[in-house]
């Protein structure tokens, strides 16, 4: 017979001894069993077709790199408790303008939601919970107890003290995968460091290899360190949860994840020259590619287009439609090795073919040509561009306290999984209520406690 929902919960409490661990083999099963259960969340149509529908996560992260893996763990319909400080919540609540506004009808004050939380935060429910009380331990430690998946964000070892570390957590559920986003991982040197994105695409190489040949070096436009760390993530805990499901004992694991480690492996073809040369990287190159000649951006009347001759017969297809067939025989550009001697030639000579006209007739002129090539936008073009459109990678959803909403849509197409935006980005505490009484049965009551005590919010 499987143990009632309130025997779960007494089990689940952090009130749970190490005496607990000392058990018969059956009644740890029995134990094992009873923490496993799930308090079903509410559910869509879209929920139930979901690659991850029924996979709960505990979302302890703030700011971009946690956030988004986890943002792209929703996407796949696992149910994400974002816990957040109750007062103030993740540190980009406050990270604007640009924000959206509050309906007048909205209860809540302020400038509105900023747009940096609301690119990372959808399909969450937010919890706001303080846990430097003992009673927000506590709480934790019951959702840890019914939750697949934890993620987190802070320095090495700063969980310990509220007994919110891997090692405390899978005592509570073996069966936890716990993953840890630092700049700079567990171990090392640098372990103890805060990590941001800029200052480690800075020291692990990618600023070096960011900006015009001739200029100093530059941040990527976005914070790509972060994104990538976020999919990394993303990809480990899935990848965790299939192993998990192949394990007979359900165990689960720690994944240590450091930025530095993330944007290292994402220097990719880059790092490999050097290591296979045993040379310093060849520096800046803009637009263009140390190894392919013609491949940049080429200035038109009035904007620019990219062009990408990435091999000879590409390079012919070129010269055929910029009218220059000619190029294509001539022995400095017959082939990619000269083409790259010849680097500043050539891409002199095609500027000056290019300047000739503007983008849009040039992207009249290569259509159908089979070549690489592409009109140089900006982020607003990019959103409202007609392939944009056609994708669907702009989704409309509805915001209780700021209305109709856009957001960028999750991109990957399954054939027969539905993924998607299922719900808003939430203000803080939302789903305060929602959680502590349908996923841990608490009463109306002892909310209200805990709401006077500040613990919840």
Request: charged fraction near 25%; charge should be neutral.
């Amino acid at each position: 017979m499987a143990p009632s929902r309130a025997s779960t919960h007494l089990l689940c409490s952090c009130r749970v001894t190490a005496r607990v661990f000392r058990l018969l083999p059956q009644q740890r099963r029995w134990l094992n069993a009873a923490v496993g259960q799930r308090n079903p969340p509410r559910k869509t149509d879209n929920d139930k077709k979901g690659p991850l529908s029924g996979i709960r996560v505990l979302d302890m992260t703030r700011v971009l790199a946690g956030p988004y893996c986890t943002q792209i763990l929703g996407d796949l319909g696992a149910e994400i408790i974002k816990i957040e400080h109750p007062t103030r919540g993740d540190d980009t609540r406050a990270w604007g303008p640009p924000y959206a506004e509050y309906k007048p009808d909205s209860k809540l004050q302020g400038p509105g939601e900023s747009a940096y939380f609301l690119g990372v935060n959808r399909n969450k429910h937010s919890l706001g919970l303080s846990f430097q009380h003992p009673s927000g331990q506590q709480i934790l430690h019951e959702l840890a107890a019914t939750s697949d998946v934890v993620v987190e964000n802070y320095i090495p070892g700063a969980l310990a003290k509220y007994r919110m570390d891997f090692e405390s957590l899978s005592k509570i559920n073996p069966s936890l995968i716990y993953a840890s986003i630092t700049g700079y991982g567990q171990t090392g040197p640098f372990a103890k460091r805060a990590g941001y994105d800029v200052m480690v695409e800075a020291e692990f190489g990618l600023m070096h290899i960011t900006g015009e040949r001739d200029g100093p070096p530059v941040k990527v436009g976005v914070a790509v360190t972060d994104l990538t760390t976020g999919l990394y993530t993303a990809n480990a805990v899935m990848a965790a949860l299939l192993q998990r499901g192949a394990d007979p004992e359900k165990k689960g694991q720690w994944l240590d994840v450091a930025l530095s480690d993330c944007q290292t492996a994402t220097l990719a073809n880059i790092a490999s020259s050097v290591l296979v040369s045993g040379k310093r990287d060849t520096g800046r190159w803009g637009t263009a590619h140390p190894s392919i000649v013609p491949y940049k951006e080429f200035k038109t009347k009035g904007g620019g287009i990219m062009l990408g001759g990435g091999n000879d017969r590409l390079f012919g297809v070129l010269c055929q439609r910029i009218e220059r067939p000619e190029w294509a025989q001539d022995e400095r550009f017959r082939t990619n090795n000269v083409r790259v001697e010849h680097r500043d030639v050539l891409e002199d000579m095609i500027s000056e073919v290019t300047k000739t006209k503007t983008t849009q007739e040039w992207l009249d002129i290569l259509e159908g040509s089979g070549m690489p090539y592409a009109a140089v936008n900006d982020v607003k073009d990019t959103l409202e561009h007609e392939h944009t459109r056609a994708r669907g990678m702009v989704t409309e959803v509805e915001h209780e306290s700021c209305g109709t909403l856009k957001v960028v849509s999750p991109p990957v197409k399954y054939s027969a999984s539905v993924v998607g935006v299922r719900s808003a980005p939430p203000t803080l505490g939302q789903h305060t209520d929602w959680v502590l009484k349908e996923v841990l049965g608490m009463s109306e009551g002892k909310i209200g406690e805990l709401k006077t005590e500040g613990v919840v919010a």
